[in-house]
């Protein structure tokens, strides 16, 4: 099974920029889909974004396209999650995920906190 680790939260102004980093270990990543997700304080968690292996092809929630990228570097085992332009709304906690094919994400990393104040 892999192993994820987040890391790159912080607290940040709003309209500011932030990149989380999700490194994986024990086995390679390069054919898994990878996937950000968040949750809220007092909310259920939400999708964010994903990123395919095999095409590289990216989606997002729509209360974040045009302000995150999702990307991977496969040589580096890691995935990233680029946020520009930082709301209060985006305060949560950031998972990463991995999907090895099954069908649903099955590795989930321990998360990492963002805290946007206004």
């Known amino acids: 099974q892999v192993q994820l680790v987040e890391s790159g939260g912080g607290l940040v102004q709003a309209g500011g920029s932030l990149r989380l980093s999700c490194a994986a270990s024990?086995?390679?990543?390069?054919?898994?889909?990878m996937g950000w997700f968040r949750q809220a304080p007092g909310k259920e968690r939400e999708f964010v974004a994903r990123?395919?292996?095999?095409?590289?092809?990216?989606y997002y929630a729509d209360s974040v396209k045009g302000r995150f990228t999702i990307s991977r570097d496969n040589a580096k085992n890691t995935v990233y999650l680029q946020m520009n332009s930082l709301k209060p709304d985006d305060t949560a906690v950031y998972y990463c995920a991995a999907n090895s094919g099954t069908g649903s994400f099955e590795s989930w990393g321990q998360g990492t906190q963002v805290t946007v104040s206004s």
């Open positions: 024990g086995r390679t990543v390069s054919t898994y889909d």
């Open positions: 990123i395919e292996w095999r095409t590289y092809r990216t």
